[in-house]
């Protein structure tokens, strides 16, 4: 399983921009889905969160400026981020809860490569 994450620039302060993430490879099904970012000298913390059943939940910064939706046809994420700010600067990075066909299927997590995303102010 691949999750291919893309969508990530240079945007300046009130910008916009859309990140999408594949999954690709033997999948059965697949459960949540999330964005981390992670900005230098931090830790990695949780943005957005979808589940199968398409409930969301956001870190509280980015209430009412991001928003995660899913494909579930095309096994895809995608986070639109709207009125962006200096401090959403950082490393984005999706994954997904991906159960592959098997005798005894456990879902497992599966991470991205991460995407920079650059607001200028």
């Known amino acids: 399983v691949q999750l291919q994450a893309s969508g990530g620039g240079l945007v300046q302060a009130g910008g916009s921009l859309r990140l999408s993430c594949a999954a690709s490879?033997?999948?059965?099904?697949?459960?949540?889905m999330g964005w981390y970012r992670q900005a230098p000298g931090k830790q990695r913390e949780l943005v957005a969160l979808?589940?199968?059943?398409?409930?969301?939940n956001y870190e509280d910064s980015v209430k009412g400026r991001f928003t995660i939706s899913r494909d579930n046809a095309k096994n895809t994420v995608y986070l639109q981020m709207n009125s962006l700010k200096p401090e959403d600067t950082a490393v984005y990075f999706c994954?997904?809860?991906?159960?592959?066909?098997?005798?005894?299927?456990?879902?497992?997590?599966?991470w991205g490569q991460g995407t920079l995303v650059t607001v200028s102010s």
């Open positions: 979808i589940t199968s059943g398409g409930s969301t």
């Open positions: 994954n997904a809860r991906v159960t592959v066909p098997s005798m005894n299927p456990i879902p497992l997590w599966y």
């Open positions: 490879g033997r999948i059965f099904s697949i459960g949540d």
